[in-house]
């Protein structure tokens, strides 16, 4: 258990109420939270237990180890895993009864022996269709031929049918529509072949949002769970609560010259006298160097700060203003900082922190290290008082 005074806080309420507006949007398709990447870095089992309270019926992960900890917790839902098992997870996959992805011979029978070899029920799978990310998944003119392979074992059952979008996120873009043709027509060739999956789906966060016609049975929802728009483009597109806030609290005060430099390189130096709170957050935690002297700005005493100097392993500078600012004199060693997240009026959100650094709020927040302890909390909108269950 961390010692300093940093943490990211997650409302599992905020998760439970993104979860009931997608599945308002998706309906009558289910709903799969995606909780890969210790949940977007919110806390994979908490995430997976808030969603499926609210409505979400299904959970998906990268990798089958990815799906320990869920099972070790009880949570027995369906956990589709998106890549295909590696040879050494597929003992994993079957011991835990999940979902897995499946687009190679090899990996249909290797996964076909895993389960003979357990002396198991027959494993449900779901084949991945490429139909234009060219990452993973079986090449459309291939599916009808790995349909029939899993078909001919006995030791599983096609039980999904699957694609992913490459530009869902960006409305008006032609090429989501071209996959969505070439997925339909996969669709229509395993019919006509008397292969027919009870569970097809192709709808990322962005899609589930944008595009009611790939919706079909199931929609798999990763970012909007967390609160978080797919894109700039995207935002709006249903009520959606972010659900994660990182602070710490200031652990020193000083006033630093007119001219003097602060951090690793003096990269800054004060254009007057200076308040310069440090706080103990740094790149080891996921505030990542590339914020230092970007105009990246924190939240102390509801009011933005900006970060100065280089930002280090373990710890940040904060310009709080001139020493004959009440605003500034007023900050004191325990005060809140928030990074990410709410403070009185005002917000800084991962978009932003995105934005500086040209990147997406997903690798914001999955930046978040596991040295920064998780609190969960159920935050009622109606109340201002936050009660924190560390």
């Not at 949940?39 to 979400?56: D, N």
């Not at 003119?141 to 392979?149: E, G, I, P, Q, V």
């Amino acid at each position: 258990m961390s010692g300093r005074p940093a943490w990211a806080e997650v409302d599992l309420g905020a998760v439970a109420a993104n979860v009931r507006a997608l599945c308002g949007v998706a309906a009558p398709a289910a709903l799969c939270a995606v909780v890969k990447a210790d949940g977007y870095g919110h806390g994979a089992v908490a995430v997976a237990r808030a969603a499926l309270g609210a409505g979400a019926s299904w959970l998906a992960v990268a990798m089958a180890g990815e799906a320990v900890a869920l099972r070790s917790e009880g949570i027995d839902a369906p956990v589709l895993v998106l890549a295909e098992p590696s040879p050494e997870e597929h003992d994993t996959v079957v011991a835990l009864g999940l979902r897995p992805s499946v687009y190679t011979p090899g990996g249909i029978q290797g996964l076909a022996q895993a389960v003979a070899r357990a002396g198991a029920a027959p494993l449900p799978v779901h084949l991945k269709v490429d139909t234009g990310m060219h990452r993973v998944g079986a090449a459309p003119t291939d599916a009808l031929a790995l349909a029939m392979a899993v078909a001919e074992r006995p030791e599983l059952v096609l039980e999904g049918l699957w694609t992913h979008c490459a530009v869902a996120d960006e409305p008006a873009h032609p090429f989501t529509t071209v996959q969505a043709s070439r997925f339909a027509a996969v669709v229509e060739e395993l019919a006509a072949a008397g292969v027919r999956p009870t569970i097809v789906h192709a709808a990322n966060s962005a899609a589930t949002l944008d595009r009611p016609e790939l919706r079909l049975d199931l929609v798999r929802c990763g970012i909007t769970v967390y609160g978080l728009d797919p894109s700039p483009a995207l935002g709006g597109r249903v009520a959606l609560r972010p659900a994660l806030r990182l602070a710490a609290r200031v652990s020193l005060v000083r006033t630093v010259a007119a001219g003097d430099g602060l951090s690793y390189g003096l990269r800054h130096r004060c254009a007057h006298d200076s308040v310069i709170a440090t706080v103990p957050l740094g790149y080891a935690d996921g505030v990542t160097r590339r914020l230092s002297e970007v105009g990246a700005e924190v939240l102390i005493g509801g009011r933005r700060r900006p970060i100065v100097g280089t930002i280090t392993m373990d710890q940040l500078l904060v310009d709080c203003g001139p020493p004959g600012d009440p605003d500034a004199t007023q900050v004191q060693p325990g005060d809140e900082v928030v990074l990410i997240g709410e403070q009185g009026d005002q917000r800084v959100g991962a978009g932003e922190w995105a934005e500086r650094l040209g990147t997406i709020a997903y690798e914001v927040v999955c930046a978040i290290s596991a040295r920064v302890p998780r609190r969960y909390v159920e935050v009622d909108v109606s109340d201002p008082v936050r009660a924190v269950d560390a």
